[in-house]
């Protein structure tokens, strides 16, 4: 092997000054497509060059080369379940199991197919360190992680569920940047779709003065009242919450995976689905008062509030402190159905995919991947939905003259009382109606912010 890595290092020295510069190495694994992107090339880069001289030298390279061969060799074995040499589809299926991810056989021999260069559906100790070589993955988790970005098969974020991010992406700052592109793209998706979403919310509200609010009826409405830039009412503090949201969900979300694993082991499917809910339930803890604000300047009328700071003003005078939490207990129930309903229908959509129409790559791609996550997120949004109203309603309610302050269980009987089951979806069509573009606009947004901001992809 010692001789196919060195005639390799003297491929690799195009100026034949007996040593690699980054370009030299970036370029000349790129050409023979040992690596995906210059990235990779430049992390091979920093971990071999040891004295840090801005050059990879021959032995250098050949000790980089044979200390992440061993470090193959370990992860090869602990996959090799039952010492033969090789690693077939059941020993991955196990493996993987091991690391909370549950796929099925025929899902895991779509994995050795990408590795498997003889057609034999087992992966040798050859096969597999030709295909890692130039990857550098460290462990077993490591890899399964590059698996997962390499082949689509996912955890199934939901839009509760925080992102997991590796240890590697914690210490290189990755995290923080595609937080940030996260951010942003749901800022200009927000600002893209508000119109909608005042509409839902004035649906939802005074839906039940009069059967005749339609989606053009309302628009026309609100254009009449307060003209074209009404329809971005309360946009800005929908805007403003994303940045305290995401912090506290991705902080409380480490702490309770936490409490939920002892140290050193995996987290599984329902222990991210708990940690998830709860950070979620915790970061609607902390920002509450906006999402009322958000409402309550979405229903008032032109004059009503000069802006965010007046609102609570307002609030705080005539309602008091109390005021900021209506509505608490219905937001908060809606997000078990939700983050439940959204993870179990992603994983549903995501395994069938793979069991029918994966052929030669376990790659959906992106068309397949943003249909899965719009249609997850709306059953879950169509199984929290009245939650989400009577929400709404309780937050909205001391704006509506005449109107009893009702508690969620009061205000679920008065709307099916008096408008029945169809009450509790009010608004829900323009609710549907914004999934599409704001899942696509957030896509491309997030893809190109991430490209500004230099996140690398495994």
């Known amino acids: 092997m010692d001789s196919l890595y060195g005639d390799l290092f003297w491929y690799l020295d195009y100026n034949e000054d007996r040593a690699l510069d980054i370009s030299e190495l970036q370029e000349g694994l790129e050409d023979i497509g040992a690596i995906q992107s210059l990235e990779e090339g430049k992390k091979i880069f920093t971990t071999g060059d040891v004295n840090k001289d801005g050059k990879l030298d021959f032995e250098e390279f050949m000790k980089y080369l044979k200390d992440h061969e061993k470090k193959m060799k370990l992860a090869f074995k602990s996959l090799d379940k039952n010492n033969d040499g090789k690693i077939e589809a059941s020993e991955i299926v196990q493996s993987l199991q091991t690391l909370g991810l549950t796929i099925s056989e025929q899902q895991a021999e779509l994995i050795l197919q990408s590795i498997d260069a003889d057609g034999t559906m087992t ?179 032109t004059g009503q509030y000069s802006g965010i700071y007046d609102c609570a003003k307002k609030i705080l005078k005539h309602e008091g402190l109390g005021a900021f939490y209506k509505g608490y207990v219905p937001n908060l129930l809606g997000i078990i159905p939700y983050a439940g309903i959204d993870l179990a229908v992603y994983e549903l959509l995501k395994s069938y995919w793979l069991d029918n129409f994966a052929k030669d790559s376990v790659n959906p791609g992106v068309m397949v991947l943003l249909g899965c996550g719009a249609l997850s997120s709306t059953c879950g949004q169509l199984a929290s939905y009245p939650l989400a109203l009577v929400r709404t309603r309780m937050q909205a309610q001391a704006m509506l003259e005449g109107s009893p302050q009702l508690n969620m269980v009061g205000l679920f009987r008065r709307i099916i009382s008096k408008e029945g089951i169809p009450g509790l979806y009010r608004g829900i069509t323009p609710n549907f109606m914004k999934v599409l573009p704001a899942v696509g606009i957030s896509y491309v947004v997030y893809e190109n912010m991430k490209q500004t901001l230099g996140v690398t992809q495994k």
Not at 159 to 186: C, H, M, V, Y
Not at 264 to 276: D, P, V, Y
């Open 123 to 301: 992966v040798d100790w050859n096969e597999w360190r030709d295909y890692f070589l130039f990857n550098p993955v460290t462990d077993i988790e490591e890899i399964i992680r590059f698996w997962k970005h390499s082949t689509g098969i996912d955890i199934g974020d939901s839009l509760t569920i925080p992102d997991e991010f590796t240890e590697d992406e914690k210490k290189s700052g990755q995290w923080w940047r595609q937080l940030l592109a996260g951010g942003i793209a749901g800022a200009v998706s927000r600002t893209s779709t508000a119109p909608l979403d005042r509409l839902k919310i004035m649906m939802q509200v005074h839906g039940s003065k009069s059967d005749k609010m339609n989606i053009f009826g309302g628009f026309r409405q609100m254009v009449k009242e307060g003209g074209i830039r009404s329809l971005w009412r309360g946009n800005g503090t929908n805007v403003i919450k994303i940045a305290p949201e995401t912090a506290v969900k991705f902080w409380a979300y480490e702490q309770y995976k936490k409490l939920l694993t002892e140290e050193g082991q995996k987290i599984g499917t329902f222990e991210r689905f708990i940690s998830g809910s709860m950070a979620g339930a915790t970061a609607q803890t902390f920002i509450y008062p906006m999402e009322v604000m958000k409402t309550r300047l979405a229903v008032g009328k």
